[in-house]
């Protein structure tokens, strides 16, 4: 594997892309490296790159298709872990609102009532989704209500 390392006065936060054909063992070893370098780092997929996300840039994990999609401000990417571990490592600024979804609670716009007692979560980055019953009172004991 070919290394390459570029200094660059912008980057306050060390940010790495992993340019290869194919997703190696290799190549995965080396992302698993990456993502345990700092803090809970995430390494996630889009269109065959390795990104790497620290959590405060994730707004929103969603299954979709049976995969899970991670949203930030201006993009998604898949991810090969499955919902419950990305619970786990994404800390506690993560809820689970219903069955489906986690959400960033610091990324919270605001949240509105519908009918049938559901209420409706709306992110900074204007993403929504419904908190089911299940998953609303630990979302009220978030909130303090």
Same mark, same amino acid.
């Given at each position: ?32 490296? %990456? &993502?345990? +370098? ?11 790159? =390795? #990104?790497? !996300? $620290? ?30 571990? %990305? &619970?786990? +490592? ?11 979804? =986690? #959400?960033? !609670? $610091? ?39």
């Amino acid at each position: 594997m070919q290394v390459e390392i570029k200094i660059e006065k912008a980057a306050a936060v060390p940010y790495a892309v992993i340019y290869t054909d194919t997703i190696t063992p290799e190549v995965q070893r080396a992302a698993v490296l %990456l &993502e345990g +370098a700092g803090d809970n780092k995430l390494v996630v997929e889009q269109q065959e790159r =390795l #990104v790497i !996300l $620290r959590p405060e840039e994730i707004f929103l994990v969603r299954v979709e298709n049976e995969k899970p999609v991670v949203y930030t401000r201006d993009n998604r990417y898949f991810s090969g872990k499955r919902l419950y571990e %990305l &619970e786990s +490592a994404l800390g506690d600024d993560f809820l689970r609102i219903n069955k489906s979804t =986690l #959400v960033n !609670l $610091r990324q919270l716009d605001y949240v509105e009532p519908t009918l049938g007692g559901l209420m409706l979560l709306v992110l900074k980055n204007g993403a929504r989704d419904h908190i089911s019953r299940k998953y609303l009172p630990a979302f009220k004991q978030y909130l303090g209500v």
